[in-house]
């Protein structure tokens, strides 16, 4: 059955119309989220894309010869440009500086060519209709499209496929009336191979787009932040952003927060004032992770510590904070302090080979998100971890949220406990973090915290610290496995309970 | 223009996806063909008629240093004061759990692990704690296994219907009816399990000699694993896809050809306990059970004698008398020994025991067939990942003829491994192994790398851009099948009979099924019969 010229050009007028309003849809919703202001966004992007279809309305007169080869060929590359915007956009985002140029650019070729199909469409159906009939049909699909675009889009597309293959499925139908008409019109048109061609390819492009989607999207969402990044590196391990708005600088790694400059004295006061003060005398101190500095900094308040050792596995991270100048701003240049030795190793590796022992050991690992880190919260981790401890020494746990993750961090305590520590829990309010956890631990009888804290502390006094101890009636200590490396329950209970916590 | 536009717009854009499309001319992946007896089989005919001039004598010679042979040494070493030596013919011993590294990790080449051993196994429990594998027991006497060679979590994922899931029993997207028969059979092993013949035995246990002799059981011998499932209804795809894959994962044969007692014994024979992890689990190293070969060797340094063929065992006036061909010097030498081990497959007996049929020669070499292996390590870039759970230690692929790749770095403590290496498994099933064997020795390691590359495709699209390196081991007599009527047959009680109480034999293929434990119990049986006369 060959189905009437005429009912597929419509058809495809209707399949321009839907997906160009749908790439401006993804135009402006990406706009809104990544530059915030929405309302801004999306009338400068309605209004930046009408104007484009203008231009390539009135473009549409330099078009004389071949016209249905010329609308499959800008058919295509709708299709591409299409649907590959919204990745663009989100790719894009930190890497130009002028990022609403590349944003703008995107909306005025797709909008310049969705502008040129109509017109094109028009003449090529102009011997075959009324005049009036084909503005009256032309225009009635156009119309329809726009509707039924406009109540999918944020109805299904958005909440079913997401953004990113929303504009590839849409891509894919723009490509594949494209084929279609290839075939259907395989004898009128010149370039009829090539054309064809630059259809399956293009569908294959955007197949690749729709499958991959999740992954695309896993890596741009975390190049995503709020505020302007000042500072950006990939090191093998993890991605590092620095932000920075009006009040404060946040340091992102792989797109979880690590500290905003705004209250990040908190979380290293409670770090490590409450294990270090007690401590007669500390000479050797040892800092597991923490490359920013911010702990070190804080250990280099107490005179008597002779000599630092700092492990951490990423060389980028200590070295913008050992060359950032707003960041030697933050942590005091405390990487830089002759008492202060940086060693760029695994942890793991690094602790079985370590033969010093030291009197207060900071232990302030990525939180157990993944497998990886999680075997440095594990017994056969922390009984490496008592060989460093000097006798009379103290160590302290960064220990993810007891509110939160309750299993999550009473598994850290409990862990530390099987291996034979004695251990002491407490936790902090950190704003920009919420209710957080650390754990003391020690190999003697009992802990030294007797002494008062040191006066030009922001945060942490004796009376805080006695607070913090408590754990009030909704944060009762909790029985939980002990984290092995053959079990790894710890990543277990921090995915479930930080996975519900944020869904 | 409007040239130009088209210039500017359209032509770039259309090159690009051009681009972007044609697939490249595909890489070529570079690597090496290995194996062992490629030479050995060609040797063994020319030196067959050579009688060496330079003689030495030994209380007892140990042919083979795989590790039943290493664990028949290490029991003479530690429960006698015989003078010995063990003669191997490759470089080095291990055998089947040979291992290889490069210039980052170890890996195996062969056997990889070892699920925790039955608590009544007291010389491997010894082993084990000699070894530090064991650290201690608890007050319900349950060993202490050390945490690093347990192998880690995630220990186990099976990609099925597009997504990795946890564990290798088919569940992600399987229908209702299939998970019901699923676990109908899994309850049926657990019984399996504690089963007990008449004779008070266990029905199925390790050393398989130890398991009852009660004809219910034994019975099982006589039909598949696949002909068992059927008869108790049990039909699920899945199902059958999971046991196969088992009796390939340990026997190399497809459950069709695969006695229904090996089959069973699979699942019931393991009945561990241990104080500090469920029982299920395994112990595992980077270069897999080579890891314990070496723990073998190290008290034997001075016994060892490598790149030794043996190609003649014969009786010499009370004597027997050791034929060997010391390959890098070329040389022939004679050991006139009291007493020795065999410690090597009976394809290999075949060949080199010359005894007359009287004195106990007459054995029915043909009942023992073996299956061929090929294993493949491959040297990536970046760990391989997918959806679902991340990157685990064994990892399958539902449907692939394979059995999917290990991690070779998985019990590396370090947080991110570098320069993963996986270890390939592909058994070689087919009701006609010579053929299978023909067929694997006449590939070329281009012709492997597409098939093992093919495999991998099915859940890693990508993972060709992936692959530095990837060399591939032919084991052409992998694994003894025990097929139906093999393991309670005459041939093979007949085959471990010593020779006039001079020539013992230890090897797993008399055990009929491979696996760490039999060769570690063959080796010790073997010289216990030959000091202490024990039956
Ligand atoms: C691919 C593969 C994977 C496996 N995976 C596992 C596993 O994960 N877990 C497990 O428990 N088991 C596994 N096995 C089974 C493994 O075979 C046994 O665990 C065990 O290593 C067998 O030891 P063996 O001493 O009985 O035999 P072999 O390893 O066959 O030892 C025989 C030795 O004799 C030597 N030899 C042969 N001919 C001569 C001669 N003429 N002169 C001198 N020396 C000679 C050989 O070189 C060899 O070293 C696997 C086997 C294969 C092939």
Redesign the pocket.
């Known amino acids: 059955m060959r189905i009437s010229i005429q009912a597929l050009l419509l058809f495809s007028v209707f399949v321009v119309a839907t997906c160009g309003l749908v790439y401006e849809l993804v135009a402006g919703t990406l706009a809104s989220y990544l530059l915030g202001d929405s309302v801004t966004q999306f009338s400068t992007i309605i209004g930046a894309y009408l104007f484009s279809m203008g231009i390539g309305s009135y473009l549409s007169k330099y078009f004389n010869r071949n016209l249905i080869a010329w609308f499959i060929q800008i058919e295509v590359l709708v299709a591409v440009v299409g649907g590959s915007s919204s990745t663009l956009l989100y790719l894009l985002f930190d890497r130009v500086e002028s990022f609403r140029l590349v944003l703008y650019l995107l909306v005025a070729l797709t909008g310049i060519l969705v502008g040129l199909e109509i017109p094109l469409i028009m003449r090529i159906l102009k011997d075959r209709f009324e005049f009036k009939d084909l503005v009256s049909q032309i225009f009635t699909f156009d119309y329809i499209g726009a509707l039924l675009a406009s109540v999918v889009f944020p109805l299904f597309l958005v909440p079913f496929l997401g953004i990113l293959r929303t504009s590839y499925l849409f891509g894919l139908f723009n490509a594949v009336v494209a084929l279609v008409l290839c075939f259907y019109f395989n004898r009128e048109i010149r370039w009829a191979t090539y054309l064809k061609g630059t259809c399956v390819m293009a569908i294959l492009f955007l197949m690749a787009g729709m499958v991959y989607s999740d992954k695309i999207l896993a890596f741009t969402e975390s190049l995503n932040y709020p505020d302007k990044i000042v500072y950006t590196a990939q090191s093998p391990y993890q991605r590092i952003v620095l932000t920075k708005n009006s009040h404060d600088y946040r340091l992102f790694l792989n797109g979880n927060l690590q500290f905003s400059s705004a209250d990040e004295y908190r979380y290293h006061e409670a770090l490590v004032h409450p294990g270090l003060n007690g401590i007669e005398k500390p000479e050797k101190v040892l800092v597991l992770g923490g490359g920013d500095g911010l702990a070190v900094r804080e250990v280099l308040r107490y005179p008597d510590v002779k000599k630092v050792v700092l492990v951490d596995l990423d060389k980028e991270m200590t070295h913008i904070f050992t060359h950032h100048a707003s960041l030697l701003d933050l942590n005091r240049k405390s990487l830089l302090s002759p008492k202060v030795t940086v060693v760029n190793a695994d942890a793991f590796q690094w602790i079985k080979t370590n033969t010093e022992q030291f009197d207060f050991v900071v232990v302030d690992f990525p939180d157990p998100g993944n497998y990886s880190v999680g075997k440095l919260y594990t017994n056969t981790f922390y009984n490496q971890l008592k060989r460093v401890v000097a006798p009379g020494g103290q160590v302290v746990i960064q220990a993810t949220s007891p509110f939160v993750a309750p299993n999550s961090y009473w598994c850290v305590v409990n862990t530390l406990q099987a291996v034979g520590f004695r251990t002491l829990p407490y936790h902090a309010h950190v704003p920009s973090f919420g209710d957080w956890g650390f754990v003391m631990a020690t190999l003697e009888p009992g802990f030294k915290l007797e002494k008062e804290f040191l006066p030009e502390l922001k945060f942490l006094n004796k009376a805080t610290f006695e607070q913090m101890c408590v754990f009030p009636k909704d944060m009762p200590g909790k029985q939980t496995e002990v984290n092995k490396l053959n079990n790894q329950v710890l990543v277990h209970y921090f995915e479930k309970e930080w996975g519900k916590y944020l869904n | 223009m409007i040239q130009s536009f088209k210039a500017l717009a359209g032509l770039p854009l259309a090159g690009s996806i051009l681009n972007a499309c044609v697939p490249e001319t595909k890489k070529v992946i570079p690597g090496k063909l290995k194996g ?2 490629f030479k ?1 089989g060609h040797l ?1 005919r020319k030196a067959l008629s050579v009688v060496p001039t330079q003689t030495e004598t030994k209380d007892v010679v140990i ?9 028949a040494a290490c029991w003479l070493k530690q429960n006698s004061d015989q003078d010995f030596c063990l ?4 470089e080095e ?6 291992g290889g590294k490069n210039a980052h990790t170890v890996f ?8 925790l051993p039955n608590n009544d196994l007291t010389e491997l429990l010894a082993f084990l704690q000699e070894n530090e594998v064991i650290t201690g027991f608890n007050a319900a006497g349950l060993p202490i296994y050390r945490d690093e060679c347990l192998c880690f979590d995630p220990e186990e994922r099976l990609y099925i219907n597009g997504h990795w899931q946890e564990g290798l029993v088919p569940n992600w997207g399987v229908p209702e009816a299939d998970l019901k028969q699923i676990n109908r059979f899994l309850e049926l092993m657990a019984e399996m399990k504690q089963a007990k013949g008449t004779d008070g035995k266990f029905a199925f246990t390790i050393p398989i000699s130890a398991s009852s002799a009660d004809e219910n059981f034994r019975r099982l011998d006589k039909l598949t694993m696949a002909e068992w499932l059927i008869q108790n209804k049990l039909t699920s795809d899945y199902l059958h896809w999971y046991v196969n894959y088992c009796c390939r ?2 026997f ?1 044969t497809d459950a069709k050809d695969t006695s229904a007692w090996a089959g069973i014994h699979y699942f019931a024979g393991r009945k561990a306990q241990a104080a500090n992890t469920d029982p299920d689990r395994v112990l595992t190293w980077p270069e ?2 080579n890891w314990l ?1 070496q723990r073998l060797r190290k008290p034997l340094e001075k016994h060892i004698r490598t790149g ?4 003649k065992v014969s009786l010499v006036k009370g004597n027997v008398a050791i034929d ?1 061909l010391d390959i890098a010097q070329n040389t022939y030498h004679r050991i006139l020994a009291g007493k020795c081990i065999l ?3 009976q394809f ?1 007996n075949e ?2 025991l010359n005894i007359q049929p009287e004195q106990g020669g007459n054995r029915n070499y043909k009942a023992f067939s073996y299956a061929p ?1 090929a ?1 493949a390590n491959l040297a990536l870039e970046s760990p391989p990942a997918g959806r679902g759970v991340p990157l685990s230690w064994d990892n399958v692929v539902y449907g692939s003829k394979s059995l999917g790749y290990v991690l070779a770095n998985h019990q590396q403590l370090q947080i991110y491994p570098e320069n993963p290496v996986i270890t390939f ?1 592909l ?1 070689l099933p087919d009701e006609d192994p010579a053929k299978a064997r023909r067929m694997a020795y006449e590939k070329k390691q281009e012709d492997w790398a597409e098939l093992i590359l093919a495999e991998l495709e099915k859940a890693h699209p990508f993972i060709r851009e992936n692959v530095k390196n990837l060399d591939v ?1 032919i ?1 052409g ?3 003894i099948r025990p097929s139906v009527g093999f393991i309670w047959g005459e041939e093979k009680a007949a085959a471990e009979k010593p020779v006039l109480d001079k020539i013992f034999f ?4 008399l ?1 009929g099924i ?6 570690f119990y ?2 010790i049986r073997a010289a216990q019969r030959m000091v202490e006369g024990k039956a």
Do not use: C
Request: aromatic letters at 12%.
């Open positions: 062992p007896d050995a063994l042919i083979g240093g795989g590790i039943s042979g290493l664990s003669l191997e013919l490759e011993t291990g055998g089947n759990s040979r195996p080449w062969g056997a990889h692990y070892l699920p994962d340990d190399g897999g059970n070969a030794k063929l043996v190609y060997y410690a090597t497959p290999v060949r080199i292996w294993v498994y058994p081991w084991w007599h992998g694994m230890a090897h797993t293929d055990s491979s696996i760490f434990e039999e060769a063959q080796g």
